[in-house]
């Protein structure tokens, strides 16, 4: 079964240290998102990606943060500057799948990213 | 905006007992409604969904009704393994642009033997 995979699957980084974290969507799969958990929390909405452009972002998306599609396969997220705040588990998802001339919105999510600044 | 409010948790049960864990949504126009699992250190994986008002969504014997009169998905299974120990998180997308899910804060489950 097709599936998104993520890596690392941990990553320890220092604040204000730069981190890229990498997945790999479902391949005939249209739309491809990040969400964050801070641990005990929700999961929340980072930004949605479609067509090689950002479709919407949160709040807590801001300028720090910045999004690629470099190659077709891959989606990475990166975080600028990094900040205690920062902590959390990182979820990639991807979702849009015609079968049949109907879209197909169930979102397949990775394994996670658990980013920790100190 | 849209909004998932669920029942918090944790919720402790023996083993076989009936579980219901409540959800009600805020959305505009007609949402898709979900239910998300986390096992302990895994991913988010999807439980069950319902796209439309009466809609059943169900799997591995969990099941929830699309009820859009009192805007709910509750979650119900009849008799709880200790597998079944998780945290769910009850979402909805309300379609638009990019299909975005909105999460509740998720319930803990722990099935004792």
């Known amino acids: 079964e097709p599936e998104v995979t993520q890596t690392p699957s941990h990553q320890v980084t220092q604040m204000g240290q730069e981190v890229i974290l990498r997945c790999v969507p479902i391949?005939?799969?249209?739309?491809f998102y990040w969400y964050r958990q801070i641990l005990g929390q929700k999961v929340e909405f980072l930004v949605s990606f479609y067509n090689n452009e950002i479709s919407e972002k949160s709040e807590i998306f801001d300028d720090q943060f910045s999004v690629e599609r470099p190659d077709g396969s891959n989606f990475t997220l990166k975080i600028r500057s990094t900040k205690l705040e920062d902590s959390a588990m990182y979820f990639c998802?991807?979702?849009?799948?015609?079968?049949?001339?109907?879209?197909?919105?169930?979102?397949?999510f990775g394994q996670g990213t658990r980013l920790t600044v100190v | 905006g849209d909004s998932v409010t669920q029942m918090e948790g944790p919720v402790t049960l023996s083993e076989e007992a009936f579980l219901t864990i409540n959800c009600t949504y805020t959305?505009?126009?007609?949402?898709?409604l979900f239910w998300y699992v986390q096992y302990p250190g895994e991913g988010l994986q999807l439980l069950l969904k319902?796209?439309?008002?009466?809609d059943k969504g169900s799997n591995k014997g969990f099941e929830a009704t699309y009820r859009k009169e009192t805007t709910s998905f509750h979650l119900e299974k009849g008799s709880v393994q200790v597998s079944d120990s998780a945290v769910y998180f009850c979402?909805?997308?309300?379609?638009?642009?990019?299909?975005?899910?909105?999460f509740g804060k998720g319930t803990l489950l722990t099935v004792n033997p």
């Open positions: 998802a991807s979702s849009g799948q015609f079968t049949g001339g109907y879209m197909n919105t169930e979102a397949f």
């Open positions: 319902a796209t439309k008002a009466d």
């Open positions: 979402a909805l997308n309300s379609g638009g642009s990019n299909y975005k899910l909105t």
């Open positions: 959305a505009t126009g007609y949402p898709s």
């Open positions: 391949s005939n799969h249209l739309y």
